[in-house]
């Protein structure tokens, strides 16, 4: 056959595969989500949460009488950042239930794993957009609260006592982005429909924390924290910023542990339902 | 044929590859090799063919075997992926982007800077007739564009080894002519096209290099007239219209090269199963001219019949 005379033509594109291989489906996602109008007025309750809190810094600064009512040192960030937590899970509802469930439907992730792209790069390219939009509403506007702080009172916040805050403000903020994102992600994983998977990961959240509420309330049973995602992450907050409550009173090991097997339970179930092909046995 | 492409590695090979889901298998102990040019992968739904396509493309392990692509593993190795453009069977695609942010969203990934992406994507719509529709989103696209689009994303890249599911399926005449004109001359350019489909006429209009699959093996490999010679070792259909059959069959029943006749349905035509096809032919002129023969085909000269015949067996 004379075809084998014929020469190839080379590829002529610089490396494909650079550090962050992965950056063009965060970036496209990222760019999708935030076209929609109705998903920027999501943002708007946190952003006024963060006012709020500004303004309250402002006035416990101001007014030190207020203070002794109001904390203002490291379990004013805890408040903050176990209300911003909550929104966390509003924003990956709305806008990563569907980050997998719809390649799935659609058979995009095919096409996405034909490209110089490992299926680790895929997960990392989708971890990436709720993981921005969780660390948009804890981290951000927990350091920048801080700062609010230390340009009002720096003779308080910036006292060798409190330095713990930063790298508690960014640890909480971190734990608690990472593990939501990774959760919408595998409950995405497992469902076509993005509207499933949202109810799904609602239902799951909001659930155990009523499966919780119930235990802890009817037969005052601490450990029941445990099983519910949002008292996991509230008691690690509480251990951080020693926040008092007296609910989420456990040892802050048991939590962080839970965490851990949860994010480890979802990059398995993620392994195992991020293919190019489905295979059905 | 060059000594130094002799030598070379094919672009793509199976080794003893299989794969299995479950008890089922849906590719059987498959060794070949896939030169460069345009090679059509026929068989009916359920043989294999994507299953093959997926293995080549690295989107599947071999349960058993090896495939190479491009001189790498192909499971494994999506380094070589920019080299290789997949157009899957089923969609495959983000509804809410547009045919231009599609593509240009996937070049991104093959490592060009904006305005390359942007140009390529242009360009390979324009080859598939979509430049006009490259600002409506793919969700509001017919069939027939869909299909385009996802051969828009596999070319897009100018990658060396095509694999091409059933790719003009769906598509009205004009583009399946246009798409069909595309492929080979994609395998002029000396890529490496491995195309699949189950209506024999498409591949034949597109190589004459085609590999038969069915029930996870390869039936059949080489040129259509390879298949042919094959097809001479074994029973050959000739079907006889005559004005007096009768007279024909009782002349040609007894021929040592003759296994069966059969009347048609009507009875005026005649259906004759030969082993030795040459010598049958050689033989039938003096008893046609006896008996008034006024048509005459062997349903074997298409590739239809070999397919059927290959899968028959």
């Given amino acids: ?281 | 044929m060059s000594a130094e492409a002799k030598g070379a590695a094919p672009p793509l090979a199976f080794s003893r590859a299989s794969r299995w889901y479950g008890p089922v298998i849906a590719l059987n102990d498959v060794t070949v090799s896939i030169p460069p040019g345009v090679t059509g992968l026929l068989g009916p739904n359920g043989a294999g063919k994507s299953t093959f396509l997926k293995l080549a493309a690295g989107q599947l392990q071999p349960s058993q075997g090896e495939v190479s692509l491009l001189g790498r593993p192909a499971w494994g190795s999506p380094e070589v992926f920019h080299r290789v453009g997949l157009c899957p069977e089923t969609d495959a695609f983000w509804e809410q982007l547009t045919g231009l942010q599609f593509l240009t969203t996937l070049l991104r990934f093959t490592g060009y800077d904006e305005a390359e992406c942007r140009h390529r994507a242009e360009n390979a719509l324009h080859q598939v007739e979509l430049l006009d529709a490259k600002d409506r989103k793919v969700g509001g696209y017919s069939k027939g564009m869909r299909q385009r689009v996802k051969l828009a994303q596999a070319i897009a890249h100018e990658p060396e080894v095509l694999l091409l599911d059933e790719p003009v399926s769906g598509m009205d005449p004009v583009n399946r002519r246009r798409v069909i004109d595309l492929v080979r001359n994609l395998g002029r350019e000396g890529r490496t096209v491995v195309v699949s489909s189950h209506i024999l006429y498409e591949v034949e209009a597109m190589t004459k290099r085609v590999m038969l699959v069915h029930n996870g093996r390869i039936l059949a490999e080489g040129d259509v007239r390879e298949i042919r010679d094959l097809l001479d070792e074994h029973p050959h259909t000739v079907a006889l219209r005559a004005r007096d059959p009768r007279r024909l069959a009782a002349a040609i029943v007894g021929w040592p090269n003759v296994i069966s006749v059969n009347f048609g349905a009507e009875g005026e035509w005649l259906t004759v199963e030969t082993a030795r096809p040459d010598e049958f032919y050689g033989a039938l002129h003096s008893a046609a001219l006896g008996s008034g023969v006024v048509e005459m085909y062997s349903p074997d000269e298409n590739l239809e019949s070999v397919f059927k015949y290959l899968v028959a067996r």
């Fill in chain 1, 1 to 281: 056959m004379p075809i084998y005379d014929q020469g190839y033509r080379r590829y002529e594109g610089r490396s494909p595969l650079h550090q962050i291989r992965f950056w063009p489906i965060t970036r496209e996602a990222l760019r999708l989500i935030l076209a929609k109008r109705a998903f920027l007025f999501l943002l708007a309750p946190p952003l006024g949460v963060f006012l709020f809190y500004v303004g309250r810094a402002y006035v416990v600064t101001r007014f030190p009488e207020v203070g002794r009512v109001l904390p203002s040192d490291g379990r004013m960030f805890g408040e903050f950042l176990n209300i911003q937590v909550f929104f966390t899970i509003v924003l990956s509802i709305f806008g990563a239930s569907g980050l997998i469930a719809n390649d799935l439907r659609t058979g995009a992730i095919l096409v996405y794993l034909s490209r110089p792209l490992t299926r680790r790069d895929y997960v990392a390219g989708k971890l990436l957009v709720p993981l921005s939009l969780n660390l948009a509403v804890t981290l951000v506007p927990g350091l920048l609260l801080y700062v609010v702080c230390l340009a009002l009172a720096p003779e308080q916040f910036a006292k060798w006592e409190l330095w713990w805050i930063v790298p508690a403000v960014v640890a909480h903020s971190l734990a608690a982005s990472l593990v939501v994102s990774l959760v919408v992600l595998a409950i995405s994983s497992l469902s076509r429909s993005a509207r499933v998977a949202g109810l799904g990961f609602a239902g799951l959240y909001f659930g155990l924390e009523m499966v919780r509420a119930i235990l802890q309330n009817g037969f005052n049973r601490r450990e029941a924290a445990l099983l519910s995602l949002q008292a996991d992450l509230q008691a690690l907050g509480v251990a951080l910023f020693g926040v008092v409550d007296r609910q989420l009173d456990i040892f802050w090991g048991w939590p962080l542990l839970v965490l851990v097997a949860v994010a480890l339970g979802c990059l398995a179930v993620l392994r195992s339902r991020v293919r190019a092909v489905e295979i059905v046995t």
